[in-house]
């Protein structure tokens, strides 16, 4: 696709229940990140992937969060038992480079709500 | 003291000035500077990439970093409606850090 494609584009839970969300990066895109991003702050960085390969996941707050790139291609992040901290906007960026400094480029995000 | 700070505005600017954006860090091993644009309900969007202690310019944009300082700035010239929306600052220590952004206005 041209561009970052994430699914679904927002998501209520109750709480206590688990969801998963979907990024879809831009094709050949070696690294792919996941972000938190709460109402009226900037992004916070959660795990990022170069290929299939989770080389940093020391943002994840907490082990409810688990993410997987099984393939080097579509990354689910999962969030067991939700809670109402984990409300925020998840963001997926993607990157052609293997170098961690490169530019990202985001999805739209997935909105997620825990009532 | 956050690794990345900014104003968080509301910063308002009339239409055809310049719009200046600053942001200082904490890391003096970063190597790395970005400028992204966020609209309201949108995902970040790059605008500008800066590596290097000088200035950088693209089109009605100019980075502007001294490492020294610590120091990132985004200039924004000729400032039209459109360009109203949260600018965020980001850094590259290990891993990309984002400041919570300041908020433009330009005024009609």
């Known amino acids: 696709g041209a561009g970052v494609s994430q699914s679904p584009r927002y998501k209520v839970a109750k709480r206590g229940q688990d969801v998963a969300l979907r990024c879809d990066p831009i094709?050949?895109?070696?690294?792919l990140f996941w972000y938190q991003q709460a109402l009226g702050q900037g992004p916070e960085f959660l795990t990022y992937?170069?290929?299939?390969?989770?080389?940093?996941k020391s943002g994840l707050p907490s082990d409810r969060f688990f993410a997987e790139r099984p393939e080097g291609s579509v990354s689910t992040l999962k969030i067991q038992r939700t809670q109402q901290e984990d409300s925020a906007v998840y963001l997926c960026?993607?990157?052609?480079?293997?170098?961690?400094?490169?530019?990202?480029?985001f999805g739209n995000g997935t909105r997620l709500t825990v009532t | 003291q956050k690794e990345v700070e900014q104003n968080s505005g509301p910063l308002s600017v009339p239409e055809g000035a310049i719009a200046s954006l600053n942001c200082t860090y904490s890391?003096?091993?970063?190597?790395?500077f970005f400028w992204y644009r966020q609209y309201s309900g949108k995902s970040p969007e790059l605008i500008m990439f800066?590596?290097?202690?000088g200035d950088k310019e693209d089109g009605r944009f100019t980075a502007q970093l001294n490492k020294a300082s610590q120091y990132v700035s985004l200039l924004i010239r000729d400032s039209q409606p459109s360009d109203s929306a949260t600018y965020l600052c980001?850094?590259?220590?290990?891993?990309?850090?984002f400041g919570t952004g300041t908020r433009l206005t330009i005024i009609p």
């Open positions: 960026a993607s990157s052609s480079s293997g170098a961690r400094n490169s530019p990202l480029h």
């Open positions: 094709s050949g895109h070696v690294s």
């Open positions: 992937f170069q290929n299939e390969a989770q080389l940093d």
């Open positions: 890391d003096r091993g970063s190597q790395s």
């Open positions: 800066i590596y290097s202690n």
């Open positions: 980001a850094v590259y220590p290990e891993k990309l850090t």
